[in-house]
């Protein structure tokens, strides 16, 4: 599995650096992975839904270990290459919601 395209839309918010949508192999989409600061430094958190007892679960995630460090790494090499293209992290605008297509 290779990750074909990285799309990060950066967002003004404490804790939320930016929304991101990867492609997998030319053929997959998973949209509204986050980027995510935490104690230790950026993160990368996957799309989850909001259960009725209000806990998230996950909506897609890698299975092994590898492949999450491997996806992070991508995505937060992309997301310094958009912050360094476009300075500090914009406030969402036109043309940049992660759900337009």
Same mark, same amino acid.
């Given at each position: 599995m290779e990750i074909t395209e990285v799309r990060v839309f950066p967002v003004n918010e404490e804790k939320l650096k930016a929304y991101v949508t990867i492609t997998l192999d030319h053929c #997959?989409? &998973?949209r509204?992975?986050?980027? &995510?600061?935490?104690n230790t430094g950026l993160f990368i958190a996957m *799309?989850?839904? +909001?259960r009725k007892d209000g806990t #998230?679960?996950? &909506?897609?995630? *890698?299975l092994n270990s590898d492949t999450r460090e491997k996806m992070? +790494?991508?995505i937060l090499a992309e997301y310094d290459r958009e912050?360094?293209?476009g300075g500090a992290a914009p $406030? +969402? $605008?036109?043309g940049t919601d992660p759900h337009e297509d």
């Open positions: #997959f989409v &998973i509204d992975l986050k980027v &995510i600061h935490g *799309p989850a839904k +909001r #998230f679960k996950d &909506i897609a995630h *890698p992070e +790494r991508t912050l360094k293209k $406030a +969402r $605008a036109t």
